[in-house]
T-cell receptor, first 111, second 122 residues
């Protein structure tokens, strides 16, 4: 299981773009990168997943450089409702292996 | 798609009683489900991996006789906290693994989480 490192917390003003970077120096060839969002007293919600380059969906973008040793979750024009904890997870696509949650990044959006 | 439900959403019980929590994958089948526990302001801690038709695999430090897991069908796993005590009070979250179609099509196995169950033991 590749270990991940993220900032513990971040603050941002409403309307700004937020970029949260995750380091995963030991990522393996078959590993995908997945991001989850968790609000207090709720289960984590799947945001986005990628293997390389850039992935975009209706809520976020995920940028992965060629060496795949890091990834950046980009949230465009955040609102107060984006205040949550964001987890970066790395795992093997061909495995039913468990994933281990790190402490995540607590994002606070300020009016 | 990929909806996972949990029941109940919250439960309060007396010390010494047993509590059962259900986890269901509503629109996909899940051979594998996971159970997590989360204390306030902490990350999720994996308790066990539940596989349909076989015994669960528990993480180190988790008492299997206290936290009974049954994965009786491809859409249902249950966690029973036996003889609950106040220190078992926590937020319990399950997830179900939806199998992807592999790297060639760009999808992989992904865990989808339930909304969680708040257990309070008095």
């Amino acid at each position: 299981l590749a270990k991940t490192t993220q900032p513990i917390s971040m603050d941002s003003y409403e309307g700004q773009e937020v970029n949260i970077t995750c380091s995963h120096n030991n990522i393996a060839t078959n590993d995908y990168i997945t991001w989850y969002q968790q609000f207090p007293s709720q289960g984590p919600r799947f945001i986005i997943q990628g293997y390389k380059t850039k992935v975009t969906n209706e809520v976020a973008s995920l940028f992965i450089p060629a060496d795949r040793k890091s990834s950046t979750l980009s949230l465009p024009r955040v609102s107060l409702s984006d205040t949550a904890v964001y987890y970066c997870l790395v795992g093997d696509i061909n495995s039913y292996d468990k994933v281990i949650f790190g402490p995540g990044t607590s994002l606070s959006v300020i009016p | 798609g990929a909806v996972v439900s949990q029941h109940p959403s919250w439960v309060i019980c007396k010390s010494g009683t047993s509590v059962k929590i259900e986890c269901r994958s509503l629109d996909f089948q899940a051979t594998t489900m996971f159970w997590y526990r989360q204390f306030p302001k902490q990350s999720l801690m994996l308790m066990a991996t539940s596989n349909e038709g076989s015994k669960a695999t528990y993480e180190q430090g988790v008492e299997k006789d206290k936290f009974l897991i049954n994965h009786a069908s491809l859409t249902l796993s249950t966690l029973t906290v036996t003889s609950a005590h106040p220190e078992d009070s926590s937020f319990y979250i399950c997830s179900a693994l939806r199998v992807g179609r592999g790297w060639r099509t760009g999808t992989r196995d992904t865990q989808y989480f339930g909304p969680g169950t708040r257990l309070t033991v008095l």
